[in-house]
């Protein structure tokens, strides 16, 4: 089963483009899984301080 995707590849894409570059195919799939990552932290961070809020400060 493939990963839902948590990024707007198309603002990526945009925001890489307006820098001069261009975007490969699997970019936007890495992406998302580090964000994933990312919000993984951020959510465990949350719980061990024995919060459901999920803050700027978790991540």
Do not use: F, H
Not at 29 to 53: F, H, M, P, W, Y
Request: charged share 30%; aromatic share 2%.
């Amino acid at each position: 089963m493939a990963k839902e995707i948590l990024v707007v590849g198309s603002k990526v894409k945009d925001y890489i483009k307006s820098n001069g570059c261009m975007t490969s195919g699997e970019l936007v799939s890495a992406l998302s899984c580090k964000v994933e990552c990312l919000l993984d932290g951020a959510i465990k961070r949350a719980k061990a301080n024995k919060r459901k809020t999920v803050g700027p400060q978790d991540v």
